[in-house]
């Protein structure tokens, strides 16, 4: 009898391992359709016996979704992958996060997670300026935008509906010497600000517009691709989302939702980031190409917990400067 227990025992711890690697992960992301496909199918090679079904969205989009489904008692999502630590920092707030203290982060610099575990920064997506190849004034200053030559010739993310747009609007105006100054000058130069990022590119690409605030992959993909645009860092420095990726407390599926955090953090997920276009989280991963050297870009600071407290406000102050 003692030798069937200790069979059963030897059996089960067996199983154990491979069970964590069998099943599905629900993921619910802001990633471009091909990233998160992409994301998906790595993580499934890696782990043939789950399978990954990803919901993709606008950030804000996505959270509508999430908070209507947690409402109504169904949540459907394991993992969170999206732009913003400002959400984050929210859903933390509401203990609807899963910490994960032992994910491994001896290869990430300070101050990129959280320091419970509550979520995890995946990569870097710096906001800058984005010009027309036709422009005659190439900027390489913030301040540059307030120049006559870029009047009426501005497109930019609203915060009222891109995430990105939010912290970078926060981290200027808490960055810049002008703070809200700056955006309220913009605004007297004709400065357009609607939708996402997406419409920046198709502006500036199209010559609509000359000049632009975008995130950094989208006009160095195109500009890969041949279209007439450039991206430039200014000096001042750049804002950053980090694009975390947290286990939700309802996950249905918590062991294969740690699995995929840990795919996200190492070394082969990180190189996945960068042959998508973006700049890793992860130090020691080379850089996409056309980007400058890593130690050239200067990413501005700002605390998410403060952002996070004064999101309406800056969201409310926004919209009276640009009349939204």
Do not use: C
């Not at 802001?30 to 990954?52: C, K, L």
């Not at 109504?72 to 994960?100: P, R, W």
């Not at 500036?204 to 950094?216: F, H, P, S, T």
Request: negative net charge; hydrophobic residues 45%; proline residues 5%.
């Amino acid at each position: 009898m003692r030798a069937l227990i200790t069979a059963g025992l030897l059996l089960a711890t067996a199983l154990t391992p491979a069970m964590a690697q069998e099943g599905r992960l629900v993921l619910y992301t802001s990633q471009p359709n091909t990233d998160a496909q992409q994301t998906a199918d790595a993580f499934m090679e890696q782990y043939p016996g789950i399978t990954v079904e990803w919901v993709r969205d606008g950030t804000t989009q996505i959270m509508a979704r999430f908070w209507s489904e947690h409402e109504a008692g169904a949540s459907q999502a394991d993992v969170l992958l999206i732009a913003d630590v400002v959400t984050m920092e929210g859903l933390k707030a509401e203990g609807l996060l899963l910490n994960y203290p032992e994910a491994d982060l001896t290869a990430y610099g300070e101050g990129l997670h959280d320091e419970d575990g509550a979520y995890f920064s995946t990569k870097l997506i710096t906001t800058g300026i984005v010009y027309n190849t036709a422009a005659t004034m190439i900027p390489s200053s913030w301040q540059d935008l307030l120049t006559a030559e870029a009047e009426n010739q501005i497109a930019m993310p609203s915060p009222l509906t891109s995430g990105a747009a939010l912290i970078h609007t926060a981290t200027l105006t808490e960055n810049l010497a002008d703070g809200w100054d700056y955006y309220s000058a913009l605004a007297a130069n004709g400065a357009q600000a609607s939708g996402g990022n997406g419409g920046v590119l198709t502006a500036v690409a199209g010559g609509e517009k000359l000049y632009g605030m975008i995130v950094d992959y989208m006009p160095i993909r195109e500009a890969a691709n041949g279209a007439p645009v450039a991206f430039v860092f200014p000096e001042e420095g750049v804002s950053a989302v980090t694009e975390p990726a947290a286990i939700l407390q309802s996950a249905e599926n918590p062991e294969n939702a740690k699995l995929f955090i840990d795919f996200l953090l190492s070394e082969e997920g990180q190189q996945l980031a960068a042959s998508q276009g973006y700049i890793p989280a992860r130090d020691g991963i080379a850089l996409p190409a056309g980007y400058p050297d890593r130690s050239s870009i200067n990413v501005l600071g700002y605390d998410a917990a403060v952002a996070l407290a004064n999101e309406q406000a800056n969201r409310d102050r926004f919209g009276e400067i640009f009349g939204q």
